[in-house]
């Protein structure tokens, strides 16, 4: 950040939060647990960038934004207390390693209208907007589309990878990054300092902000039960049954050999260089963990609230494991739901927008390294792979 006269400024927290207070006219934060991983993740920024300009603009912009969304949320409960009473039952989180379909089938679930399943303007802007109507809403999708157009400006290939739409179903590490707990961070700023700091958190107190979010886009727009999907879901099952002890889990299992290079690629678009041997040894180590939390969780929990599912399974009979997670959940499937989701399966048949290709050899990794560092899992859950 630089003065007038070109000297450097040290970014810091109270910084960016007094420029929120003015940029939004409010000045009350509520709770401020969220001052630690921001302060942590302004730390491993500048630790990365230091007086880097372009980056330290746009790094600014993102957090600033942020912080001001913090302000209006902390409105609309202050202004709106019948939000924090808003019921959210039974909620059916798709969890599981990064690129094992769970894009596919949270989208494929959207066609279920009765469901609330969270779209990616949303969790770019969850708040009501003070003139509450169509206005907040058409400008808060007009400003998800300009960063989805940016972001492709940046990284063309990112899309034959992962699709995102501002109206479409969207992750939730985009909506937790109103917490600064979520690995979209990581992923964005090229920052595995933070993410290595970030696996060995207690995020019970973010996962309870991030309930309360959901309050608020259920309180505006209603649905039966909601859909959500994140691969950091996995590793922090603890902290979203001390949430929401009545959740349900879809478990989506794929083969590490196949799963693994695909996210360690999709990093690399990311960031359009190589990955470290670090780096690459960081992320095998947390799927590692984060496989280790699903089994001790399932185990500790019963079958009742998991279901598994492969991957091979869901994308060759979508529906069919759509039909068979309703029905072990005990979840009403609206009427014609069937129907529309044949249509847009033809409609959006598999590697639409091109074949994602990769490989272990092209980040040190071989099939024998990959089936011993993952033995315990290829134990107990082969059968689905």
Same mark, same amino acid.
């Given at each position: 950040?630089?003065?007038?006269?070109?000297?450097?400024?040290?970014?810091?927290?109270?910084?960016?939060?007094?420029?929120?207070?003015?940029?939004?006219?409010?000045?009350?934060?509520?709770?401020?647990?969220?001052?630690?991983?921001?302060?942590?993740?302004?730390?491993?920024?500048?630790?990365?960038?230091?007086?880097?300009?372009?980056?330290?603009?746009?790094?600014?912009?993102?957090?600033?934004?942020?912080?001001?969304?913090?302000?209006?949320?902390?409105?609309?409960?202050?202004?709106?207390?019948?939000?924090?009473?808003?019921?959210?039952?039974?909620?059916?989180?798709?969890?599981?390693?990064?690129?094992?379909?769970?894009?596919?089938?949270?989208?494929?679930?959207?066609?279920?209208?009765?469901?609330?399943?969270?779209?990616?303007?949303?969790?770019?802007?969850?708040?009501?907007?003070?003139?509450?109507?169509?206005?907040?809403?058409?400008?808060?999708?007009?400003?998800?589309?300009?960063?989805?157009?940016?972001?492709?400006?940046?990284?063309?290939?990112?899309?034959?990878?992962?699709?995102?739409?501002?109206?479409?179903?969207?992750?939730?590490?985009?909506?937790?990054?109103?917490?600064?707990?979520?690995?979209?961070?990581?992923?964005?700023?090229?920052?595995?300092?933070?993410?290595?700091?970030?696996?060995?958190?207690?995020?019970?107190?973010?996962?309870?902000?991030?309930?309360?979010?959901?309050?608020?886009?259920?309180?505006?727009?209603?649905?039966?039960?909601?859909?959500?999907?994140?691969?950091?879901?996995?590793?922090?099952?603890?902290?979203?049954?001390?949430? !929401?002890?009545?959740?349900?889990?879809?478990? +989506?299992?794929? %083969? *590490? /050999?196949?799963? =693994?290079? #695909?996210?360690? $690629?999709?990093?690399?678009?990311?960031?359009?260089?190589?990955?470290?041997?670090?780096?690459?040894?960081?992320?095998?180590?947390?799927?590692?963990?984060?496989?280790?939390?699903?089994?001790?969780?399932?185990?500790?929990?019963?079958?009742?609230? !998991?279901?598994?599912?492969?991957?091979?399974? +869901?994308?060759? %009979? *979508? /529906?069919?494991? =759509?039909? #068979?997670?309703? $029905?072990?959940?005990?979840?009403?499937?609206?009427?014609?739901?069937?129907?529309?989701?044949?249509?847009?399966?033809?409609?959006?048949?598999?590697?639409?927008?091109?074949?994602?290709?990769?490989?272990?050899?092209?980040?040190?990794?071989?099939?024998?390294?990959?089936?011993?560092?993952?033995?315990?899992?290829? %134990?107990?859950?082969?059968?689905?792979?």
């Amino acid at each position: 950040m630089l003065e007038k006269n070109g000297k450097s400024i040290r970014l810091t927290a109270d910084m960016l939060m007094e420029d929120a207070c003015r940029l939004a006219r409010l000045h009350e934060w509520g709770e401020e647990g969220f001052r630690v991983p921001l302060g942590q993740l302004i730390a491993y920024f500048r630790e990365k960038y230091g007086a880097d300009k372009k980056m330290n603009l746009r790094f600014q912009n993102a957090i600033r934004a942020l912080l001001v969304n913090r302000l209006f949320i902390r409105d609309n409960f202050e202004s709106h207390p019948e939000i924090l009473r808003v019921p959210l039952h039974r909620p059916l989180f798709i969890v599981g390693l990064s690129r094992t379909g769970s894009t596919l089938l949270h989208r494929a679930i959207a066609r279920d209208l009765s469901c609330r399943v969270l779209l990616y303007w949303e969790a770019l802007h969850p708040f009501i907007g003070r003139n509450v109507g169509l206005n907040h809403e058409e400008k808060s999708k007009k400003l998800a589309e300009l960063k989805i157009k940016e972001m492709y400006l940046r990284m063309p290939d990112y899309f034959h990878i992962h699709e995102i739409k501002a109206t479409a179903p969207e992750e939730c590490n985009v909506l937790m990054r109103h917490t600064f707990c979520s690995m979209s961070f990581a992923s964005e700023w090229h920052l595995p300092r933070y993410a290595q700091w970030l696996v060995n958190q207690d995020t019970t107190g973010s996962y309870r902000y991030y309930r309360k979010l959901l309050q608020l886009l259920l309180w505006h727009k209603p649905g039966n039960f909601p859909v959500l999907k994140c691969p950091s879901h996995l590793l922090n099952l603890d902290a979203i049954l001390n949430v !929401f002890p009545d959740a349900n889990f879809v478990w +989506l299992h794929r %083969d *590490p /050999i196949s799963a =693994i290079p #695909s996210y360690l $690629n999709l990093l690399s678009v990311f960031w359009g260089n190589g990955l470290s041997k670090s780096f690459v040894d960081f992320i095998c180590h947390y799927s590692i963990r984060s496989l280790e939390m699903g089994m001790r969780v399932e185990k500790k929990i019963g079958p009742g609230q !998991f279901l598994n599912v492969g991957y091979n399974e +869901l994308v060759n %009979d *979508p /529906i069919a494991v =759509i039909l #068979s997670i309703y $029905n072990y959940f005990k979840y009403s499937l609206a009427p014609g739901v069937e129907t529309d989701l044949r249509k847009w399966l033809k409609e959006n048949p598999r590697h639409k927008h091109g074949v994602h290709t990769y490989g272990l050899e092209k980040f040190g990794l071989t099939h024998a390294d990959i089936k011993n560092r993952f033995s315990r899992y290829y %134990d107990e859950y082969g059968h689905f792979l």
